[in-house]
C-alpha cells in the first residue's frame, strides 16, 4: 500500500499538494525534474533513475496539482549501487539512509517542500532504526542554497572530496535521535 500525505499550503493558496511515495507512473515526471535541476543533481536517463528506484526502499514525491513538484530519492546502506559519492560514505559508515538526490521544481523553490520530504525520511529513518541520514552537496559546481539548506536543517559536513577537475562535493550528516 502506498501512503500518501496532505501537506501544509505553504506556497499558494488554492494548489492541493500531497506527498506520497514515488511509483512507476511518476518516473517519466521524476525524471523532467531530475534533469531540470542539473548541476545541482547529475543527468540521469530513464534507465538509470529506474535502477536507483528498484534499490530504494523509500523515496517520495510532493504532487502539486496532479504534476512532480518536489522528489527525494534514498538509498539505505549495503546497496550495490555505483555512484562514487554512495560507494565512499558506504566504507565509511553502516546502518544509515542516505539521500541520493532531492530536487524541488523552480516554481516551488523556498516553500518548504524540501523540508517536509527531509522531514518524512526521517520519521522513516528513525522507524527503521537508522542512524544517520548522509548526503553530499556539490560545492564545485557550486550549490549554495543546498549548502544553506542543510546547514539550516542541522545537518553537519563532514569532510569534502574532489572528484576531479570542476567536481567537487561536501559530505553532510545528522544523526538520527531515538524516540
Not at 87 to 96: E, V
Request: charged share 25%.
Amino acid at each position: 500500500m502506498v501512503e500518501t500525505y496532505e501537506l501544509s499550503k505553504q506556497f499558494l493558496e488554492n494548489e492541493h499538494l500531497l506527498m506520497r511515495e514515488i511509483r512507476d507512473e511518476d518516473v517519466d515526471g521524476v525524471l523532467k525534474l531530475n534533469n531540470a535541476s542539473t548541476p545541482a543533481v547529475n543527468e540521469l536517463t530513464k534507465t538509470e533513475l529506474e535502477n536507483i528506484l528498484k534499490m530504494s526502499h523509500k523515496s517520495w514525491i510532493v504532487e502539486r496539482d496532479g504534476v512532480v513538484a518536489a522528489a527525494l530519492l534514498t538509498l539505505e546502506s549495503g546497496e550495490s549501487y555505483q555512484s562514487d559519492n554512495y560507494t565512499w560514505l558506504d566504507n565509511q559508515f553502516d546502518n544509515y539512509c542516505y539521500v541520493d538526490r532531492i530536487m524541488v521544481d523552480v516554481q516551488a523553490k523556498r516553500n518548504g517542500l524540501g523540508k517536509q520530504l527531509y522531514d518524512m525520511l526521517e520519521t522513516y529513518a528513525k522507524a527503521i532504526g537508522a542512524e544517520v541520514l548522509l548526503c553530499e552537496v556539490n560545492i564545485e559546481p557550486p550549490n549554495p542554497q543546498s549548502l544553506s539548506f542543510h546547514n539550516d536543517l542541522g545537518w553537519e559536513p563532514f569532510h569534502d572530496r574532489e572528484h576531479g577537475p570542476g567536481k567537487k562535493v561536501r559530505y553532510f550528516k545528522k544523526p538520527i535521535s531515538a524516540g
